[in-house]
């Protein structure tokens, strides 16, 4: 069964650091490159970052430089470290697969940076 649950959300100042956290089920893990996305208001969902199992990885460039995927896979678990955090990274953040796959999005975690 597909299961990714995120955590680690919250509210920040701008300039702040958050760090975002996700488990993810054996099936998935074991196998394939992870990705970060999010999701702002009234936006389309956009990937943020992605690692392939052997830690290569690759970030969009609003975020480049700022943020830092990682994962642990002796544990299943995909990190995200955001840090200089701004406004427009205001977002509900989702891991999955990459290329994401439908049937596995879970609820998300929402980041809200405040000015």
């Known amino acids: 069964q597909v299961r990714l649950v995120e955590s680690g959300g919250g509210l920040v100042q701008a300039g702040g650091s958050l760090r975002l956290s996700c488990a993810a089920s054996?099936?998935?893990?074991?196998?394939?490159?992870m990705g970060w996305y999010r999701q702002a208001p009234g936006k389309q969902r956009e990937l943020v970052a992605v690692?392939?199992?052997?830690?290569?990885?690759n970030y969009a460039d609003s975020v480049k430089g700022r943020f830092t995927i990682s994962r642990d896979n002796a544990k299943n678990m995909v990190y995200l470290q955001m840090n200089s955090l701004k406004p427009e990274d205001t977002a509900v953040y989702y891991c999955n697969v990459y290329p994401a796959y439908s049937g596995a999005w879970g609820q998300g975690t929402q980041v809200t940076v405040s000015s």
């Open positions: 690692i392939s199992r052997g830690g290569n990885t």
């Open positions: 054996e099936k998935i893990f074991s196998i394939t490159t």
